[in-house]
């Protein structure tokens, strides 16, 4: 998935993958000012249109803007967790997980 969009130029690039009804999105070290509404919108619309009815991003924890994202996150209702896939166990102490309902 690609985000961030300007223009012609691809600002950020994202790794998803959709597994049953939950659409993982690794937003890695995305600087907070390119996820901005329009690219979460287009996200969690590309992931329903997908089938998903849970997206759940991935944001490295050693992210120096990680407290403006988990601000974010939880104005629009996404549970900060723990939780993590199977396929991602073995990264869970590096990325903070953000849940949400489509």
Request: hydrophobic share 45%.
């Amino acid at each position: 998935m690609r985000g961030g969009l300007s223009g012609r130029q691809t600002l950020a690039n994202y790794k998803c993958v959709l597994v049953e009804a939950t659409f993982y999105t690794q937003l890695g070290k995305t600087n907070f000012e390119l996820f901005d509404k329009s690219t979460f919108m287009n996200l969690t619309d590309f992931a329903e249109s997908k089938g998903a009815t849970t997206i759940v991003l991935a944001l490295e924890s050693s992210h120096p803007q990680l407290a403006l994202y988990k601000r974010m996150f939880k104005v629009i209702g996404a549970l900060a967790t723990k939780f993590c896939a199977k396929m991602m166990r073995e990264n869970a102490e590096e990325f903070t997980f953000f849940e949400l309902e489509l």
